[in-house]
């Protein structure tokens, strides 16, 4: 029996199911995690940074399987088909069968990879995210979207591939650095915001404390965000509809992304900027108040997330960015746009002129 606490929440997706665990000292629990292993064979995939602080706690609990590693280097830009090829190929060495699972140890970055080779080899085989991360937390190691990038985009590639389990172990956020912790809140926000009024009220409540990494506070927001997108997961696996709710500030965070060469902005805070961009369009366009604008502002700014486009980007570069989202459709901006807190619904055809007139605004603020 397990001697550790967890919370436990289920994706329900029938017999695809599958359970996410919250709390401390879970990868060091293998009998927990191990129960999800199908057959001998594991490829652990994880990155130059994370695998030196935690690879060493996740190989005791392999013990008696065939194993090996593959290590990326650490970024954005090693979320690459090249380094698909080359844990393909780490498989093939390790004689990975049809039962072989791949296990994801780190941020977004490498389960987004590790999830896209599991759903490669031989068609598809098991993989288990043990996300490092805030972010990957309550956000990409949930719902099996998983790909890389391509030179032409983000995220063009991938596969719809759900994962065995999600082992999320609250001591691996000890070593993550401010910055990227607080990119994850922008992603607990942002459920709220989409979904869940009491959620976001609760966290205005405790702001604070989450800003100030309380641990009873991280760990009910991690829940809550997770138990919120398990619904819409279970609801809509392959975002044929609500699923797509969920990018609430894509549009606009990603054409900041870009425009900033993936380093002036990290993910999260793409999000956190451009969640505020589409709630003032939604705002513009009389579908919601000033006044819920201002209590996202506010949330944003207490825990000390970026809310302001950074000087010298170019509002027409942002709208050229914004044509090319995966969203649009024959030559229309299509957003995702804000009602107030708890409430998001895809907007088609949205006047670029109401878009740049938020641009600019938000550029000379
Ligand atoms: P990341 O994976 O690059 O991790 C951020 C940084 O933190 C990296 O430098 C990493 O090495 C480091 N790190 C990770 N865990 C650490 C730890 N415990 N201690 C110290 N350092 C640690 O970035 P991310 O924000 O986790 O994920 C972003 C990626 O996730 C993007 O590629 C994005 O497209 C993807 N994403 C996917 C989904 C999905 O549904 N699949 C959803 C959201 C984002
Ligand atoms: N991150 C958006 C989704 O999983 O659908």
């Not at 990868?27 to 990155?47: C, E, M, P």
């Not at 366009?285 to 980007?313: N, Y």
Request: hydrophobic share 50%; charged share 20%; aromatic share 6%.
């Amino acid at each position: 029996m397990s001697i550790h606490q967890a919370t436990t929440l289920d994706v329900a997706l029938g017999q695809r199911s599958y359970p996410v665990w919250i709390g401390h000292g879970l990868i060091a629990d293998a009998a927990r995690w191990r129960a999800r292993l199908r057959g001998r064979h594991v490829l652990v995939v994880s990155n130059t940074t994370v695998a030196p602080l935690y690879l060493e706690r996740l190989a005791q609990g392999l013990d008696g399987l065939t194993w090996s590693s593959f290590l990326l280097d650490d970024g954005e830009a090693h979320k690459s088909f090249a380094n698909v090829e080359r844990a393909l190929e780490a498989l093939a060495k390790l004689g990975a069968t049809r039962d072989a699972c791949v296990i994801a140890l780190g941020g977004g970055v490498v389960g987004d990879l590790a999830g896209f080779a599991a759903a490669c080899w031989m068609r598809g085989i098991d993989f288990i995210q043990f996300p490092t991360t805030l972010l990957a937390m309550v956000d990409s190691s949930v719902g099996g979207k998983t790909g890389v990038n391509l030179p032409a985009g983000k995220n063009l590639v991938g596969a719809f591939h759900q994962p065995r389990a999600v082992v999320a172990d609250i001591d691996t956020l000890a070593t993550l650095p401010v910055r990227e912790y607080r990119a994850g809140l922008a992603e607990v926000i942002k459920g709220a915001a989409i979904g869940d009024e009491p959620f976001f009220a609760w966290l205005e409540a405790h702001a604070a404390a989450l800003a100030a990494r309380e641990d009873a506070a991280v760990i009910e927001a991690i829940a809550r965000k997770v138990a919120y997108k398990a619904g819409v997961v279970a609801r809509d696996e392959t975002e044929q509809g609500e699923r797509a709710l969920l990018n609430l500030g894509h549009t606009f965070g990603h054409a900041l992304e870009t425009a900033g060469r993936y380093t002036a902005l990290l993910h999260g805070e793409g999000v956190a900027v451009g969640m505020l961009l589409a709630a003032r369009l939604s705002e513009r366009l009389g579908m919601s108040e000033a006044a819920d604008t201002a209590r996202l502002q506010r949330l944003l700014e207490t825990i000390g997330l970026p809310t302001a486009v950074p000087a010298g980007f170019d509002p027409e570069q942002l709208l050229a960015l914004m044509r090319l989202d995966k969203k649009n459709t024959a030559g229309t901006l299509r957003l995702i746009l804000w009602r107030g807190i708890g409430k998001a619904e895809i907007v088609s055809g949205v006047a670029e002129a109401e878009v740049l007139a938020v641009l600019r605004e938000a550029v000379a603020r």
